[in-house]
């Protein structure tokens, strides 16, 4: 074998909020656990472990300390930042992989900074992004937003067929579309419990109404009152005060203290995964939980007493065979998922997971190999989206070409004592605001 040079591969995650975190990071890993050897007269990839630095982006969903370690996710380094400071650190650094795990807008504000900050370089990074999720609402929108990157991950066949429909429908190169799979699914394979234990997966914008939500809880209360041989347990996502992916106006936290609740309900936080460990019944109304306990063949259900609606996302299981009622959960339904239907959302229920992650790995190999790889090119531009894309840049402070507008928030050294202060004051102040004073102002607009 000719002589070579073994480099652990340098892996970045920007993401913008817990699920995210969680997203890019585990996404990181699937995607690239592996070395890439140079030698005289080939690259390849073997089985090695990766160097992973995370990057919080300084936002409204900036996960704090007991979200990441509910997450379990562990990095090299971890650091909060700010886009610019971001892309700073992306002119210093050399990566051989970066994933931008963020809201489209954020994607498409990094494409665009990151294709300005690597002008003229020899080398950069493999840029990937994705959806954290079950892709429901706003395609054409986000998807076209991280139009881009070299890969764009679709989480299953179903996903990847729409992507590659909608880039090629306005003429954009869907060559990136790369199917994989959520990279959180697994787990051990579902035994029944003793007790039986229902878990609900609540979501924090799913529905929004405080009718609706008090509707859900009184359900769940009910059903423990009317099961008391079986546990049953509300799963909440995050404490008051704090943000996830979505903004929760109504925590089932606040609605509960009102509520006289039965010795067998019980409200949980934690990884969801280790919630499933001990889970019988998995109910929900369109949470991403749902595959996961699908892909562990735990009986599943996809709430219909709201209705099938677009607005909350459980019309994307349509054809699973979990949609059933609260009164038929009563009266001791349980779902019988459709095996071609999970087959097509990438859950690997048949033992096909072990294999989801290859094609993306195999595109990576190629991609580091080639060494020298073009400029970025997102399908938004100024020139075919002038009216748009400038108002996307300049919400993370960045000019139409790419490069920091002035005055923009970036950091040459570490903030005094009394700036991080101020800073952590504003960003309570600022997170108090939209979780506190704009619900109740839309209510009054409502009035």
Not at 30 to 54: A, N, Q, Y
Not at 349 to 363: E, I, K, L, M, W
Request: overall charge neutral; hydrophobic content about 40%.
């Amino acid at each position: 074998m000719p002589a070579s040079t073994a480099k652990s591969l340098r892996v970045a995650v920007l993401a913008d909020s817990d699920t995210r975190w969680k997203w890019g990071a585990l996404t990181a890993n699937r995607i690239s656990p592996t070395e890439f050897i140079e030698s005289d007269k080939s690259s390849e990839m073997v089985d090695s472990d990766i160097r992973l630095d995370g990057f919080l982006l300084r936002g409204r969903a900036t996960p704090t300390a007991r979200q990441l370690e509910e997450v379990g996710v562990r990095a090299d380094s971890l650091r909060e930042v700010t886009a610019v400071e971001f892309l700073r650190e992306m002119t210093k650094e050399t990566y051989d992989v970066l994933v931008l795990a963020l809201v489209g807008g954020g994607v498409q504000a990094m494409l665009h900074g990151l294709a300005h900050a690597w002008q003229g370089r020899a080398r950069r990074p493999v840029v990937v992004t994705g959806y954290v999720g079950v892709v429901y609402e706003k395609l054409a929108d986000g998807l076209l937003l991280r139009h881009g990157a070299d890969l764009v991950l679709a989480n299953s066949r179903q996903d990847a067929e729409r992507f590659r429909t909608v880039f090629e429908g306005v003429g954009a190169d869907a060559s990136s579309v790369t199917e994989v799979a959520l990279p959180f699914l697994g787990g051990a394979p579902y035994e029944k419990k003793d007790p039986y234990t229902v878990v609900f997966a609540a979501q924090p914008s799913v529905p929004e109404s405080r009718k609706d939500r008090a509707y859900l809880l009184e359900r769940l209360i009910r059903h423990a009152r009317k099961h008391p041989e079986r546990e049953v347990l509300l799963k909440l996502r995050s404490k008051p005060g704090e943000h996830t992916t979505h903004i929760e106006e109504l925590p089932y936290q606040k609605l509960a203290q009102k509520e006289d609740l039965p010795a067998n309900f019980r409200l949980v936080y934690g990884n969801m995964g280790e919630v499933l460990d001990h889970t019988d019944l998995l109910v929900t109304v369109s949470s991403t939980a749902a595959l996961e306990s699908l892909h562990r063949r735990i009986p599943t259900v996809v709430l219909t007493d709201l209705g099938v609606r677009e607005a909350l996302g459980n019309h994307h299981f349509v054809g699973s065979g979990c949609l059933a009622s609260w009164d038929q959960l009563d009266a001791g339904h349980e779902p019988a998922p459709d095996p071609e239907w999970v087959a097509r959302q990438g859950v690997g229920a048949d033992g096909s997971y072990t294999t989801a992650f290859d094609g993306a790995r195999r595109r990576i190999t190629e991609l580091l190999a080639a060494g020298e790889l073009p400029p970025l090119a997102p399908y938004y531009t100024p020139v075919t989206a002038p009216g748009y894309l400038p108002g996307v840049l300049a919400r993370h402070h960045l000019a139409p070409d790419g490069s920091p507008l002035p005055g923009a928030p970036a950091a040459d050294k570490a903030p005094s004592p009394v700036r991080q202060i101020v800073r952590r004051a504003a960003r309570g102040a600022y997170r108090h605001g939209v979780q506190r004073v704009a619900p109740v102002i839309r209510r009054m607009g409502e009035l």
